[in-house]
């Protein structure tokens, strides 16, 4: 390819309508295209039209640069650009790709803003647009937020069109047949008389052309892949037994390897005795790496032997010992001076309060772990001028400016191969198992090691939610909700994670408040005041951080009051909710549910709650009954409004799968703390829910918000509040506390 | 030692005491047996010896001397078990890491129940833990293999 090309072909502008609303500074730069990757590495007669397509003359390949961690990513973004390129996802290849700045997710620092996310005036508009500038320019490909799907769906599909129009338009030179008499069809351009071109066929001749990017999106009358069931490009593969995940990686010659680490999360490594563990069989070497030892062996399992019989003497990391003492933080961390945001303050709170009869409760969450089933893993192989990563990850681009700084090499003598993931549930924010695997790696060139944490490891070096708890006071008259006032207190989510992976967003930390004060109530007197509590120990983010803790304390509180009040849970929700896509959310719950009220039956009790996060309004139903064995969760019923559905089958997984881990993870799980490490290391002291816990399930999707938005977390945060409100009318014991456990027995 | 896996006969050199799981997954390269939490707590690592559905990373490796067989043995691309069919139609996997566990376990389930009651599902299956929630579409597919099972 000529260089001239190379330079013209990576001006090109794309898909700049989804990204820019005419933000102020420097309109040129932000304006124009971001490089193609793919041009870097293509030969000739191959075209790569787009960053997200890349054709040679036998095979076509779709760059899906989102992470799958099981949320059915891979497959969506897939047929985002097969919807308009006119392919089978099925019968392509699907490549995450490089990391690289093409991919930046444009949401995620965006959505972090402090603003009503409601609110669509032009200031908040604008700023929204400035930190997508920001993402834009740093090249942060995260994963995450559940934003992979608002973020992209146009990107993607404009991408496909892009695509199309170009072999069209190569198609019409070749055949003398105008473009407008072209027809697109399962990899192929269709001539009027049926004859079928190849686009394989025509990547020589496309890769002459400059894009055609005077597109127009197919409207979603006229989908062909979306909109109706899609069958996951990996369903089989997994049904089969066929998936390889990134623990599953076997390389030539490859070792394995484990980690020891301080059980004290950053207390670096101390002295230590490796002599029994070096005389064991297998055992290659034990080496030094942040925070703890690295054990290579020729087998995962000779290397987790050895690591238990290495001693070392840990010294004390830099935060409280115990959970006691972490919950003291939080409680002397209720003073003004920790006030680190009040983003909701309507009416007078303080006036109506003055003088009434307040009802006042307190909450508390746990730290949690994401516990995927998959242990963290990551294979690595350095060569003098080269390193190569294979793991699944949601920040590609900061392991990949790991890899590079450890090694001393350029980004550019990195490559990542970026695997699918048996979960994450956000644990994949972070990459310091890809550090410990690199540092590993390194000390042998040449071979490739893949290091397994136990999943002893995974729990005990998880960045867990943070423990969180709020103090309410409201007050209720005539019947009704006049004033409700909650503070919420945790340490810094946004500091901790931002801190290490990106940059601390400036201004109020909108994660410590999130579920909370973005709630589209019109309460009359309504605060939500959010206190910073000191830092603990590194936290991470969990599936719908911030909005998982404060939904529960929000709703929880809500239906405490309007018990005081005497009214219908449901009935008095509606009254206050101020969005109408949330409204009708909430009627479609109840629709759904039959509700008649909270009482359903002797030793029975039905819950609502509602949380609007991630841009999507959900409402849950939960029925149970008491039983002499425990709680029995019987029936939940799930609405929600991510707008135009692009696949119910997935989006239904996601409702409840999502709802599933709401539930089982307010019933039983947490992590305590003692001598700096959780006690809680495996799954029988974390289990979440089992299917015998399992009830039946009743989704629907109301199709109706004007934006499309992505399922993989809104529906977590309305489950803890809503069985919390059920166990309440079976039992009248009002839980505030997770886990629910604690105070009551589940079947 | 020798072992028997998919019919196959290997002859390995490890420790008596290494668990099945990882002579499969790091000896004979056979990974579709997942490491979860190595206590028997998740399934992930189910597999079949002589035809009854065993934790790997519980059994010893000097131990695994019956037939042992992966979900490989249990079908493929062309013949896919009922089970596997019911999976697929059911769209049942979201990350997919335990579905071979739970696919395993239930066909044991179903080899020694052609028509399990929901309760008798839950008896069986609640040993595998699914971290996504997938455990709606995992009982609904077991009663649709169930019916396939019966139909032939």
Redesign the interface.
């Known amino acids: 390819m000529s260089k001239l090309r190379t330079i013209t072909r990576r001006t090109v502008l794309f898909g700049s309508a989804a990204i820019v609303g005419g933000v102020a500074f420097g309109a040129y730069f932000v304006r124009r295209s971001t490089p193609n990757p793919l041009l870097a590495d293509i030969s000739d007669g191959e075209a790569a039209i787009t960053p997200f397509i890349k054709i040679t003359d036998s095979e076509i390949t779709l760059i899906v640069p989102r992470a799958d961690v099981g949320q059915g990513i891979m497959s969506m973004q897939a047929h985002l650009i097969a919807e308009e390129l006119d392919v089978d996802p099925h019968n392509v290849i699907l490549d995450p790709g490089q990391p690289h700045q093409a991919y930046f997710n444009g949401r995620i620092a965006s959505n972090s803003l402090p603003f009503d996310p409601l609110d669509e005036s032009f200031v908040p508009e604008t700023i929204r647009d400035l930190m997508e500038v920001v993402a834009r320019l740093s090249g942060a490909q995260f994963t995450g937020g559940s934003s992979s799907v608002s973020d992209l769906q146009e990107r993607l599909r404009t991408a496909g069109a892009v695509a199309r129009e170009t072999l069209k338009l190569a198609a019409s030179q070749k055949t003398g047949v105008p473009v407008a008499d072209l027809n697109t069809e399962d990899g192929h351009i269709i001539l009027p008389n049926k004859t079928r071109m190849a686009y394989t066929n025509l990547a020589a001749e496309a890769a002459q052309l400059e894009p055609v990017t005077d597109v127009t999106l197919r409207d979603p009358s006229n989908w062909r892949l979306l909109g109706k069931p899609i069958v996951r490009t990996d369903t089989k593969a997994k049904s089969l037994g066929q998936q390889d995940y990134g623990i599953d990686l076997i390389l030539p010659n490859m070792l394995h390897a484990t980690v020891y680490a301080n059980p004290g999360r950053g207390g670096g490594l101390g002295t230590y005795n490796a002599t029994q563990a070096l005389a064991m069989r297998g055992v290659r070497s034990v080496v030094e790496i942040t925070d703890g030892l690295g054990v290579i062996a020729d087998n995962t399992w000779r290397a987790f032997q050895a690591a238990e019989a290495l001693e070392v003497d840990w010294p004390k990391p830099d935060y409280p010992a115990s959970s006691a003492e972490m919950w003291r933080v939080l409680e002397d961390a209720h003073v003004e001076e920790n006030i680190n945001s009040r983003l909701r303050d309507d009416g007078d709170v303080e006036n109506a309060l003055d003088g009434a009869d307040v009802v006042r409760a307190e909450y508390r969450v746990p730290f949690l772990a994401h516990a995927a089933l998959e242990p963290l893993s990551a294979t690595v192989l350095v060569e003098t001028d080269h390193v190569t990563v294979w793991t699944s990850t949601q920040i590609p681009h900061v392991i990949r400016d790991t890899a590079a700084k450890i090694t001393g090499l350029d980004k550019s003598q990195v490559t990542l191969h970026v695997l699918p993931g048996g979960g994450s549930f956000g644990r994949r924010l972070d990459h310091d198992y890809a550090l410990q695997a690199i540092e590993i790696a390194v000390t042998i060139p040449g071979t490739p090691v893949k290091t397994t944490w136990s999943r002893e490891e995974d729990m005990t070096h998880d960045f867990p939610r943070p423990i969180h708890m709020a103090r309410g006071r409201g007050k209720v008259s005539n019947g009704k909700v006049d004033a409700y006032d909650l503070d919420t207190i945790s340490p810094s989510l946004t500091k901790s994670w931002f801190g290490r992976t990106f940059i601390v967003p400036p201004g109020p930390d909108t994660l410590l408040v999130w579920g909370a004060y973005d709630q589209p109530y019109a309460i009359p007197n309504y605060r939500v005041t959010g206190y910073e509590a000191p830092r603990l120990l590194p936290i991470g983010s969990w599936r719908s951080p911030g909005a998982c803790s404060n939904a529960f304390f929000h709703e929880s509180f809500l239906s405490e009051l309007i018990f005081e009040a005497g009214a219908d849970p449901l009935e008095e929700r509606l009254r206050l909710m101020k969005d109408h896509t949330s409204k009708r959310v909430l009627e479609a719950v109840g629709e759904m549910s039959n509700w008649s009220g909270p009482d359903i039956g002797p030793k029975r009790g039905r819950g609502i709650a509602f949380c609007h996060s991630h841009h999507v309004p959900v409402a849950e139903v939960v029925d149970v009954t008491a039983t002499e064995n425990g709680i029995r969760i019987d029936e939940v019923w799930v609405a929600a409004d991510c707008g135009t559905v692009f696949d119910p089958v997935n989006a239904e997984s996601q409702l409840i799968g999502a709802t599933i881990w709401g539930l089982g993870h307010a019933m039983n799980c947490e992590l305590t703390y003692e001598n700096y490490a959780p006690v809680q290391t495996n799954y029988h002291a974390f289990e979440g829910m089992r299917l015998y816990q399992t009830p039946k399930f009743h989704t629907r999707l109301l199709g109706k918000a004007p934006h499309i938005q992505g399922l993989g977390e809104p529906s977590t945060s309305p489950a803890a509040p809503a069985l919390a409100d059920a166990i309440f009318a079976a039992t009248a014991n009002r839980l505030r506390e997770m886990p629910f456990d604690k105070y009551v027995d589940f079947l | 030692m020798q072992l028997t896996v998919d019919g196959n006969r290997y002859e390995v050199d ?2 008596g005491e ?2 099945l ?2 002579v499969l ?3 004979l ?1 056979i ?2 047996p ?6 028997a ?2 399934g ?1 690592c189910t597999v079949h010896i002589d035809g009854l559905a065993v934790r790997s990373c519980q059994v010893a490796a000097e131990d695994a001397t019956g037939d042992i067989t ?3 043995t ?4 062309e013949r ?1 078990h009922p089970l ?1 069919a019911a ?2 139609a059911h ?10 566990g739970q ?1 395993m376990q239930a066909a044991d389930l179903l080899a020694n129940n052609p028509n399990p009651s929901d309760a008798e ?3 069986v ?15 609904a597919a077991i009663h649709d293999a169930a019916e396939a099972l019966r139909q032939t």
């Open positions: 490890v420790e290494m668990p799981l990882w997954r790091d000896e390269g990974t579709s997942k490491y979860g939490c190595g206590i707590q998740c992930a992966t979900i490989a249990l079908g493929n691309d896919p596997q999976w697929i769209q049942v996997a979201q990350c997919g890491y335990c579905q071979t696919i599902i839950d008896a299956m609640s040993g595998n833990l699914c971290r996504c929630g997938t455990y709606p579409r995992i009982r």
